[in-house]
Structure formats: C-alpha cells, structure tokens
C-alpha cells in the first residue's frame, strides 16, 4: 500500500471541499476516514505535523493542503492551502500536569539528536562515549557465565564505565571504594530471574510484570550498597537514581540514566514527570512506540556498529542530548 492510502478518504474530502482553509475535530475527522485515529495524535501534537514522516500527513499534503493550528486538548486541527514556506504550525497545549502530559518532541529532532550523540561516539575509538558501549557488550555476552572470573571482569568493567559518567564525583561515596564493590550488584543483574530485562523491547518495558522486576531489582542494587561499610562515617551508602539507572543502562539496557539532562530535556518536552518510577519509565516507552518505526530505522543503522543498540539508550541518548544543547544555548 502506496504511503498515506490508508487516509485517502481525507485526502478525497479536502479536495472537493472547495475551501481554501477549514478547522475540523478529530471525530469529524474519524468519520470520514471510517476508523479511529492512532492514539499518539490524541497525546502528540508532532504527530500533526506536516510531515512525511508520518502517513497521516499524506491524508492532506496529497490534498495540497498543510496544517496550521493544532489543539489538542480541543481536539481540533485548521488545514489551509499554501506551501511549508508560508505555513508556521502552532500547537496549542494544555497545562501540563501528571494526569495530562502532551509530548512535543518532534521524531525529527528526537532522530537528530540520536545521530548528533552516536557521532560524538566514533570520533575517538577510545573516548568516554565508548564505555557505555563496552560496558554493554560484556554484561550481554557473558549472560551465561557465571565463574568468578566473569563476575569480577564484569565489576570492573561496570566501575569504569560508571566513572566515565561522573559517578565517581568527589561526593560519591563510590570514590572511597574499589571496583570489587559493584560484585554483590553484579551478581544479581546477572541472575536469571532478570533475563526479560536485557535489551528490553519497548512494547517490553510497558507490561506490568517487566516493571515489577525493574522496579525490584533497583531496590536490591540500593540495598547491596547499603550494606557495604559506609564510606563515610555515620552515612549509609546511598545509591541514587541516577546512580542505579546509569547501572542499569549500562548492564541491561533496560532504562535510561535517570541524570539531570535526561530529567530536564523529559519535562521539558512533557514526555514524562521526569523521577524515576514505573510511570516515568512506561511514558518514554510509549514516545518510542508513537515513532516506533522511525526509532527502529535508526536503531537498525546504530547497531550495524557491532552492538546491538536497546530501546532505551537511544531515548538516553535522544534526551541527554537535547538538554546538552539547551544548556549550550
């Protein structure tokens, strides 16, 4: 089926309306069409957009017509007749909250920062955007083996990476330890029981029981460090979000490093609430899912580097990147 057939019925409709702008609802549009708009048009207003990039656009741009104010909370759309040159879209959003987020993070800028990320990777065979990457690569490998050898290759590959990523921060109380300390953490990743959770899909991550054991293994990653002895006196070691996600992004490519520039470029953009809990991480899978084939375009291009690269380091490196540049501007 030729790109945007599926909306043909659209396209016929403003065709032979004979109007050169008109302002319809979403179930005035639904009606023509005969079936329900996707979901992500009633959360994204990027998904409005006049672009190609979404099949929903070809119902109008083959009409000749593009849009230009879109409410969602209205649910109204505004087509007019015109070129991209002399149509500025605007998104009317409402206010947001836990209960309303509207996502506006455009698939184009969200791809263009993914890629503006992986180049900074292969600029320096040796750089510090590698140690994700080797971290990754030896928890995934070495799944299955289990030897004291394997642990202890792993716990200080984890170390590494870790420090690369500024966890070892003069305040950490991981700057007192050596890398034999990640050893108690690296045993449970490895357990079986957390297999579902490697390099989990984003449909995956969505499903209660993924969460359970998403949401169980970061509280047993907090306790394993809590009970080493403190680094400094009368303060239990405390493992942060953002220490616990960096871990997990590391090992299991199961979520993304919970850092400031991820939780800022989130709210932002009002992908999610931006803390880390298993709302949080169901929204950023449901953004991939909006996009999902898009996303899995450029996941495929990224993994021909020899890793196979999970959902939810591309959201990390989507959103670390776009707060990079907000903080650049």
């Known amino acids: 089926m030729p790109k945007g057939d599926k909306f043909i019925a659209l396209t016929a409709y403003l065709e032979e309306c004979g109007k050169d702008e008109l302002k319809m609802t979403f179930s005035e549009i639904e009606r023509i069409i005969g079936f329900r708009l996707p979901d992500s048009a009633y959360m994204y207003p990027a998904q409005w957009s006049n672009s190609e990039s979404h099949s929903l ?6 009409a000749g017509y593009l849009t ?5 909370s209205g649910q109204t759309v505004e087509f007019i007749k015109g070129t991209l040159q002399d149509c500025q879209v605007v998104f009317h959003l409402p206010k947001k909250t836990t209960e ?10 969200a791809i263009r920062a993914i890629r503006t990320y992986f180049n900074e990777t292969v600029k320096d065979s040796h ?6 990457r080797h971290c990754y690569n030896s928890f995934y490998t070495n799944r299955n083996t289990l030897d004291e050898n394997a ?3 792993l716990a200080l590959h984890l170390a590494f990476y870790l420090a690369s990523w500024g966890m070892y921060r003069g305040s950490s109380f991981l700057l007192q330890k050596d890398y034999k300390v990640h050893i108690p953490v690296v045993k449970i990743i490895m357990e079986e029981r957390y297999n579902p959770l490697l390099g989990i899909s984003a449909e995956g991550i969505t499903k209660d029981e993924n969460l359970v054991l998403l949401e169980e293994i970061s ?7 809590a009970e ?7 303060v239990i070691n405390n493992a942060t979000d953002t220490l ?19 939780v800022k470029a989130v709210r932002q953009y009002g992908i999610s609430v931006g803390g880390y809990c298993k709302e949080s991480v169901r929204d950023i899978a449901k953004y991939y899912l909006a996009y999902k084939d898009d996303f899995e375009t450029v996941r495929e291009e990224l993994s021909a580097c020899g890793t196979q690269y999970p959902v939810m380091k591309l959201m990390d490196m989507c959103m670390w990147q776009i707060a990079f540049e907000m903080d650049i501007k």
């Open 100 to 109: 309303n987020r509207i996502a506006i993070l455009s698939v184009e800028d």
């Open 244 to 262: 616990v996600t960096k871990i997990l992004l590391g090992t299991l490519g199961c979520v993304p490093a919970f850092d400031r520039y991820y």
């Open 127 to 132: 750089g510090r955007y590698m140690s994700w």
């Open 151 to 153: 642990i202890d290759y």
């Open 228 to 234: 080493e002895q403190p680094s400094f006196d009368g």
């Open 219 to 225: 509280d047993r990653i907090r306790k394993a460090y």
């Open 68 to 72: 230009r104010q879109i409410n969602i």
């Open 57 to 62: 656009a070809f119902g109008w741009l083959n």
